[in-house]
């Protein structure tokens, strides 16, 4: 079913015209959602019994910042690519994953760069996208405790979800600041290149950002399409800045 959600999401895409870049319209207000504040603190970032790419764990200290409460809507993204800030997905027209309030996927990095830029905005770096998404305790999921597949779009959910959820749901799956659905519904584009070994070679202990090149960025949070264990907050993977995919998504970050 993925592989012919990505050619059909290639197809659409390309009955669009793209967007010109030379003077997009403002974004209105309802572009850009509601946002919650992080406070300054103390966290650890990696899991020692994870991946490979997880550890050794890095003790970190945060400065306050912001990110949104939920991931970039289709509706926003569609107010986007109207003011001709954004090419469309190839999902917009999709019965399910285009829905208004589902999460916009298929978005490639370029594009969700180019709509938090333009809401005033900009994407989390890795380190704040964990930090949201897990406080300051060790919490393996955004709630404490085991795996509860009530709590997340997973494939481990057996909910009325077999792709993606409204962005608004599970609430009951929170993380300690508010932050809804940052483990399943739709992976996230970070702003970081992905560097398999970074956590070994890396320096910075204050809000720190990521390596300065790479060939691919890091995706968090897992999608509908995964299990337990690749929805856990310290997981990592990485994807090609073009990658068009049905299961990411991404939301917003501001200092």
């Known amino acids: 079913m993925k592989r012919t959600l990505l050619l059909a999401g290639l197809l659409l895409s390309a009955c669009y015209s793209h967007a010109r870049r030379d003077a997009p319209a ?52 569609r107010l986007c690519v109207l003011a001709r800030a954004c090419d469309p997905s190839g999902f917009l027209d999709h019965p399910v994953l285009g829905q208004d309030d589902h999460p916009a996927v298929g978005v490639p990095f370029a594009d969700a760069s180019r709509f938090c830029t333009w809401v005033g905005r900009r994407l989390p770096t890795e380190a704040e996208w964990e930090y949201a998404a897990k406080g300051t305790d060790f919490r393996k999921w955004p709630w404490k405790g085991a795996f509860d597949p009530k709590k997340v779009n997973s494939s481990a959910a057996g909910d009325d979800h ?3 959820a409204p962005v608004g749901a599970y609430p009951e799956g929170a993380s300690p600041f508010g932050a809804l659905n940052m483990s399943g519904n739709a992976a996230e584009w970070v702003t970081d290149f992905f560097d398999p070994t ?10 720190p950002s990521g390596p300065t090149s790479g060939r691919e960025r890091v995706i968090r ?35």
């Open 26 to 77: 403002q974004p209105p207000s309802t572009a850009a959602g509601e946002m919650v504040t992080i406070p300054g603190g103390n966290f650890t970032m990696g899991d020692r019994n994870g991946e490979p790419d997880e550890y050794p764990e890095r003790s970190l200290s945060m400065r306050s910042y912001r990110i949104d409460v939920t991931e970039v809507s289709n509706a926003a993204f």
């Open 221 to 255: 949070g897992g999608s509908y399409l995964d299990g337990s264990h690749l929805v856990r907050v310290s997981a990592r993977r990485a994807k090609l800045e073009t990658e068009v995919d049905n299961a990411i998504g991404f939301r917003c970050a501001a200092d």
């Open 198 to 207: 970074y956590y070994r070679t890396a320096t910075n202990t204050t809000h």
């Open 162 to 164: 077999p792709l993606t």
